[in-house]
T-cell receptor, first 113, second 112 residues
Framework: GQQLNQSPQSMFIQEGEDVSMNCTSS?????WLWYKQDPGEGPVLLIA?????ELTSNGRLTAQFGITRKDSFLNISASIPSDVGIYFC?????????????FGKGTKLTVNP | DAGITQSPRHKVTETGTPVTLRCHQT?????MYWYRQDPGHGLRLIHY???????DKGEVSDGYSVSRSKTEDFLLTLESATSSQTSVYFC???????????FGDGTRLSIL
């Protein structure tokens, strides 16, 4: 099946640093979603992107829908300890007309105070 | 807020027993999904529903069945549980076509 390559797999940063992560695919997507998951909880939607080139912010988080429609990026500015968690990208493929999502395997973020 | 309640939140059972997990939504969202999450595999779709009594298979559907007799409830059944089905199971809903999915808090299932 289709796969999303999410990188990096893990990040260890100092509080106050900026963070970047991305997802890439070999096929085109109509929708890109970014989720955050805390231990023992379900993924929570952070940002949804619907158009190529779209740049959307949610507080210190900014995500972009790549122009080629095959990738997406998430940036976190001025990280704080509560940013710790696993970040997932998800995409809805353009082909097939299905409502099913394809998920990346996640980026585990650790923030050192 | 997904308005999703998953029950039970934790369950331990033995190989060969039937298990049913429940997902209840307070909204009348059209789509509902069942995923399993395992280390190294991320979220994998088991089954999904696009309406009452309308369901379809996901990528890891073997050994699982689902039912949706009312809009608000989506049940996942393991007819005869195996140790390979030990996992964390997440339910998600989606209001309509093209909208994001929202997740419940999961059920941790251990099969001994």
């Amino acid at each position: 099946g289709q796969q999303l390559n999410q990188s990096p797999q893990s990040m260890f940063i100092q509080e106050g640093e900026d963070v970047s992560m991305n997802c890439t695919s070999s096929s085109i997507f109509n929708t890109w979603l970014w989720y955050k998951q805390d231990p023992g909880e379900g993924p929570v939607l952070l940002i949804a992107l619907y158009k190529a080139g779209e740049l959307t912010s949610n507080g210190r988080l900014t995500a972009q829908f790549g122009i080629t429609r095959k990738d997406s990026f998430l940036n976190i500015s001025a990280s704080i300890p509560s940013d710790v968690g696993i970040y997932f990208c998800a995409g809805r493929p353009a082909q097939g007309g299905s409502e099913k999502l394809v998920f990346g395997k996640g980026t585990k973020l650790t923030v050192n105070p | 807020d997904a308005g999703i309640t998953q029950s039970p939140r934790h369950k331990v059972t033995e190989t060969g027993t039937p298990v049913t997990l429940r997902c209840h939504q307070t909204e009348n969202h059209r789509y509902m999904y069942w995923y399993r999450q395992d280390p190294g595999h991320g979220l994998r779709l088991i089954h999904y529903s696009y309406g009452v009594k309308d369901t379809d298979k996901g990528e890891v559907s073997d050994g699982y069945s689902v039912s949706r007799s009312k809009t608000e409830d989506f049940l996942l059944t393991l007819e005869s549980a195996t140790s390979s089905q030990t996992s964390v199971y997440f339910c998600a809903n989606q209001r309509s076509v093209g909208q994001p999915q929202h997740f419940g808090d999961g059920t941790r299932l251990s099969i001994l």
